[in-house]
């Protein structure tokens, strides 16, 4: 089955503990990317990549790291966390040879609490 | 820069009825793409609809329709026929340029009345 996963799905955690949140997609796709739900804000990009070892800033980047040493792996990295960035944390894909289709495939989400 | 407007915080319909979501948008790109995503209560992101910018024609899904309006930068979803199973978060997302990221509004609540 085509997916986009996320691990893990729920987070509870401390101010300053280094975590990982995971994402895989097992689609081929050269484009992920990360976002972040708040409410009231609505989904705000992250970090996202175009292929392996190609990352850029998004619109929200502080406090975050990325890495794409994989094509289908694309972990978000948070090295000191402060309770600001408890929030819903969505990765996507895509394929960047898809013509005029553009939809990105979203995973099921991580719920990060810091405390 | 872009941005996507949904100026509905929270919107109801009976079931049964048709109700309309609005969205207008911000971009100097001519060539782009526009999604409404359905978030239920299990916060899984679903895409009900989409509508590439060079097509005149409104996108339809069964129930689902869109009116894009591109001079006005206008891009409506209107459910027919609702049910219970509609009611979830809706958000209207702008996707164009070079960095294929999407740009989401603040979401429009849609509560379905029995």
């Known amino acids: 089955e085509a997916q986009v996963t996320q691990n893990p799905r729920y987070l509870i955690t401390v101010t300053g503990k280094k975590l990982t949140v995971t994402c895989s997609q097992n689609?081929?796709?050269?484009?992920m990317s990360w976002y972040r739900q708040d409410p009231g804000l609505g989904l705000r990009q992250i970090y996202y990549s175009m292929n392996v070892e190609v990352t850029d800033k998004g619109d929200v980047p502080e406090g975050y790291k990325v890495s794409r040493k994989e094509k289908r792996n694309f972990p978000l990295i948070l090295e000191s966390p402060s309770p600001n960035q408890t929030s819903l944390y969505f990765c996507?894909?895509?394929?960047?040879?898809?013509?005029?289709?553009?939809?990105?495939?979203f995973g099921p989400g991580t719920r990060l609490t810091v405390l | 820069a872009q941005t996507v407007t949904q100026s509905q915080p929270e919107m109801s319909v009976q079931e049964a009825e048709t109700v309309t979501l609005s969205c207008t948008y911000d971009?100097?790109?001519?060539?782009?793409?526009l999604f409404w995503y359905k978030q239920p209560p299990s916060r899984q992101m679903i895409l009900v609809i989409r509508q590439e910018a060079y097509k005149q024609q409104n996108a339809t899904e069964n129930r689902f329709s869109v009116n894009f309006q591109k001079a006005a930068k206008s891009f409506s979803l209107k459910i027919s026929d609702s049910q219970l199973g509609d009611a979830a978060m809706y958000f209207c997302a702008y996707s164009g340029g070079s960095n294929y990221k999407l740009t989401f509004g603040k979401g429009t609540l849609l509560t379905v009345n029995p």
């Open positions: 971009t100097s790109e001519s060539d782009y793409y």
């Open positions: 689609m081929n796709h050269e484009y």
């Open positions: 996507a894909s895509r394929p960047l040879d898809s013509g005029k289709v553009d939809t990105q495939y």
